[in-house]
């Protein structure tokens, strides 16, 4: 068995050691908001935080994640910058078909989380690392900003 | 309102109507390997799922309780179709968008058809012109129901009463009722039959930038997407077709793969080998432990090389179909002062939505119950009951929100194979494919061989333009028995027929060349090939002619003014002919599609090693009323990356039949840092509404290949761009890099782990 703290509750999975968190996640815990898309740490779906860090959870053996704090994007709105993000994804349209948009808003509530006032530059290093194939990108910037302002 | 919706775009190809009746069956089969021939079953009516005291037609229901459900006969899969629809209704029903609820209609070709594509289907962006009349009449219909309901109820004309905000008002006295109040009343009246809509400046709700209805359950993970279902003792299955298209399974050993804890089920299918476990990690590592044999077949050598000089042999030999000719094409051309003539080549595209293809089925002795996002919901469940031989009324289809459809759910060949691999089981299964087989295993978009020409008068505009277009029918896989030989295939030459510009004499003609691959369609189909061609060689024709590229499409859209409208939009608000630096440039391109008008202006720079930046892009629209402006904007932002996506990365290429690509890190996909800043600019019209989910996806290619025309003066006729023809002879000889920087919560992930699996070792 393999103990776990996701979204501030206490878990015990009986898993294997190598399976991924991303798997843990949907498959044995039910929480399926945090989204499978390549499985090799290309796309940036699977995106959760473990101690507020972004990770890829697709390549993440749970048996690494030890006594760190996973968050995910069913509890993201607890957390200040998290609320902010989604609110400013909301306003701004961000989303069409919203399949990468898990991972986007944790990697941008975690970028936020370190750098409340992030450049053009700060946003390209954080958010290179999720694609978005219905191209929102230039609203997810916005969004960005906007949620820095609020 | 059990007819078929009335065709309501002119227009609409004839033929393209065709091709859901049954066909999408028989290339799934073939892929299957069971030979079976399709059977189009009639659809006998299925009741919609969701009742109500007033079920006035198959969209509207209005309970007591005043609970508003429109039952949507498109699905969403972000382009805003949910929202767009429900704005019809509520813009004549009198409610706001706030006070519905929307779902997606259950599979029924009689009630949800899409005239244009013969079925109920949801794509070449038909969507909004083909319910803009009748889902605004089904709510003016609804609506005059429940005020003739309380009028009745009050015994005063109808004429003193109004409708507002889900609420019937007695003008003279006041008095109200909700529509909840008049639920059971209003089902009691008589059908009114003459229907006047509203005129378009009494709007209330069309034309504004209303709030999504799907989004609030996108940003905490509440969505259910197909691949999020989670049903009672439901297993995960994941699965290899065989690795060349045509290909069969010869033999399997299972030994390694059954003893990986967690694996429950080996499934064999004539081309395919599925392994089911308690979770996708138990069947993914069981697929990894099988050894499988395949019988490669007649595909085993096929190479993308081969594709190509076919296409070039069949372009320049075989007879081709003719899809237009008007005026004295062979005179003019002998009498030019000048001549043009460029040939193109585009590649085969994967579509690679975010969601990876999946679907759960649970096969019971009587029915057979699937939870899928498919664009294609009676094709479904036509595949279903094909597959167990079950009547279609004990198939049972629960429609998804949908993660990225761009034409790849438009088939329903892996709800066959689900069903397939379910069918062998007596539990529920939730079948997900790996990104890998998600990209070889695709239906791709054609490769096109296009030879172009012109001839030129004394000053410089074309006298004659002949398109000769070669590539495979995308119709042909949807018609049992394959297109016929002799027919156009009007998909192939769509956009490529009637340019927005003054071409009186002019030739397009098409030879058919099916590759040895399934092919479908992609987002923006015809035109995002053919504008392609047509656009970067009007900027040929203008750089032989010495011409500013916007004066010369000016001179040839005189009789053209919706397309002149956006071009000069365009022109004006891109500040174009303002000077750039060396190494950057503009490029423009054109094009009428899908009933919309749209011009495009990309600026971009080249740096000596040929890397391209993206740096603004600035697109003029005029798609008729906007229903929801900013959907028509995100969506020409989001149509316009996932083409330059395209133009500057992608193509799907063949070794040994084998695909050679498997994943986003050699399937690239255009990323946040590389994306251009964007402005979009409407053309104020009160003409219906045109198509968007794919006009700016037309747009991207030719845009940046004018650009980079006008930042190098390099012609480069071949997507995607190859950076190293960019290259300037000074320039440093390392290679451009295609490969996606390994970002922040990459390296913390690797770190924790300790190890870079072989593809992460690749990107970096």
Known sequence: MIALNVNGQDRSVDVPDDMPLLWVLRDVIGLTGTKFGCGIAQCGACTVQLDGQPVRSCVLPVASVGTRHVTTVEAIGATPSGKKVQQAWLDLEVIQCGY????????????????????????????????????????IRAAIKQAAKA | MSKPFSSPNPKTNASRRAFLQGGGLLLGFAMLGAGIRPVVAATDPVEGDVSAAFAPDAFIRIGTDGKITFILPNIEMGQGTHTGEATLIAEELEVGLDQVSVVDAPPNDKLYATAALGGQATGGSTSMRATWESLRKAGATAR???????????????????????VVTHQPTGRQLAYGALADAAGKQPVPTDIKLKDPR???????????????????GAVVYGIDVRVPGMKVATVAACPVFGGTLADVDDKAARAIPGVRDIVRL???????????????????????????????????????????TASEHKTPIMARKEGDVEGKLKAASKTVEAAYELPFLAHAPMEPINCVVHVRADECEIWVGTQVPTQAQGWAAQVTGFPLDKIIVHNHLIGGGFGRRLVAESVGQAVAIAKQVSYPVKVIWTREEDIQHDLYRPAYYDRISAGLGPDGLPTVWIDHVAGGSVLG?????????????????????????????????????????????????????????VESFMDELAHAAGKDPVEYRRALTKNQPRAAGVLELVAEKSGWGSPMPAGSGRGIALHDAFGSFMAAVLEISVSPAGEITLHRAVV???????????????????????????????GITFTNGRVDQSNFHDYRILRNNEAPKIEVYHVKSLESPGGIGETATVSAAPALANAIFAATGKRLRSLPFDRNQLRSDSADKTSVSMMPPLSVPVLAALAITGEADESEAEAA
């Open chain 2, 202 to 220: 009494d709007f209330e709700l069309i034309g504004k930038s209303l709030r999504r209805v799907d989004t609030s359950g996108k940003v905490n």
């Open chain 2, 477 to 533: 896989n949807y018609i049992p028995g394959g297109w016929p030989e002799d027919k156009l295939d009007d998909d192939a030459v769509e956009s490529a027929v009637k340019p927005p510009y003054d071409l009186p004499v002019i030739q397009v003609d098409w030879v058919r060349q099916d590759p040895p691959v399934p092919i479908t369609w992609w987002r923006g189909v015809g035109p995002t090939h053919n504008v392609f061609v």
């Open chain 2, 620 to 650: 003029a629209v005029d798609c008729g009323i906007a229903i929801n402006p900013n959907t028509v904007e995100a969506q020409i932002e989001g149509g316009l990356i996932f083409g330059l996506s395209a133009a500057l990365y992608s």
């Open chain 1, 100 to 139: 990468c948009q898990s991972g986007q808003i944790m990697s941008a509530s975690a970028l936020l989380e370190r750098n409340p006032n992030p450049s053009d530059s700060d946003i390209d290093a954080a958010m290179s690392g999720n694609i978005c194939r219905c191209g929102t990108y230039t609203r």
């Open chain 2, 144 to 166: 005059m129901m429940l005020v003739s309901a309380a009028a009745a109820q009050w015994s005063v004309p109808v004429s003193e009463c109004a409708a507002k905000l889900g």
């Open chain 2, 270 to 312: 004539p081309n395919a080998v599925a392994v089911i476990g308690d979770h996708f990690w138990a069947a993914k590592k069981g697929l990894a432990a099988l050894d499988i044999t395949w019988n490669d077949g007649a595909n085993a050598r096929l190479g993308s090389a081969d594709i190509m000089a076919a296409l070039k």
